[in-house]
T-cell receptor, first 117, second 115 residues
Framework: AQKVTQAQTEISVVEKEDVTLDCVYETRDTTYYLFWYKQPPSGELVFLIRRNSFDEQNEISGRYSWNFQKSTSSFNFTITASQVVDSAVYFCALSEERMDSSYKLIFGSGTRLLVRP | DGGITQSPKYLFRKEGQNVTLSCEQNLNHDAMYWYRQDPGQGLRLIYYSQIVNDFQKGDIAEGYSVSREKKESFPLTVTSAQKNPTAFYLC??????????????FGPGTRLTVT
């Protein structure tokens, strides 16, 4: 069955430290998509990135970078030079195709990141 | 501004009462979704709709009902049959639900407390 594991329940760092959030997934599909979302204290999930299974290139967006490795079924997220505003819960998610050809997102349990000044 | 609105932000109800949570989007998205989030857990899918007048059960549909009479609206009713309704409810939408896995955009959520 499809599954997403975020083993780190909570991480605390001091501002300007680099931090990596781990995501490991399980799927039988050959075509799938992986996502990262940020949930700040306000509650709304903010979309960060989508990556399909055929694109293993790492991606960098400002202080954010993502490392996708199919060999280890991992899609890790690194924040460089963390800031207090990065404090949030971060969710990794995997898409699963349903019988009706729609896609369902399977979420990990989230990693709470606390960045201290 | 385009986006998803959910109202109210906080909702309190007595046990045994049905309650309807509002979700409206002006993104012109075809697909809409309802999720439930419990403390320390990820999101679980309640219902989803790929097109107007059509919707499907998600993983935890028991005790909930929805309607999709308009493209921009997807209200969720939490019925008295839902055994543990206190939770944070998130509505989302995406360009379309089938064929491709598009990212979903989320509303601000409604925190429902039933006592």
């Amino acid at each position: 069955a499809q599954k997403v594991t975020q083993a780190q329940t909570e991480i605390s760092v001091v501002e300007k430290e680099d931090v990596t959030l781990d995501c490991v997934y399980e799927t039988r599909d050959t075509t799938y998509y992986l996502f990262w979302y940020k949930q700040p204290p306000s509650g709304e999930l903010v979309f960060l990135i989508r990556r399909n299974s055929f694109d293993e290139q790492n991606e960098i967006s400002g202080r954010y970078s993502w490392n996708f490795q199919k060999s280890t079924s991992s899609f890790n997220f690194t924040i460089t030079a963390s800031q207090v505003v990065d404090s949030a819960v971060y969710f990794c998610a995997l898409s699963e195709e349903r019988m009706d050809s729609s896609y369902k997102l399977i979420f990990g349990s989230g990693t709470r990141l606390l960045v201290r000044p | 501004d385009g986006g998803i609105t959910q109202s109210p932000k906080y909702l309190f109800r007595k046990e045994g009462q049905n309650v309807t949570l509002s979700c409206e989007q002006n993104l012109n998205h075809d697909a809409m979704y309802w999720y439930r989030q419990d403390p320390g857990q990820g999101l679980r899918l309640i219902y989803y709709s790929q097109i107007v007048n059509d919707f499907q059960k998600g993983d935890i549909a028991e005790g909930y009902s929805v309607s999709r009479e308009k493209k921009e609206s997807f209200p969720l009713t939490v019925t008295s049959a839902q055994k543990n309704p206190t939770a944070f409810y998130l509505c989302a939408s995406s360009i379309r639900g089938g064929q491709y896995s598009y990212e979903q955009y989320f509303g601000p959520g409604t925190r429902l407390t039933v006592t």
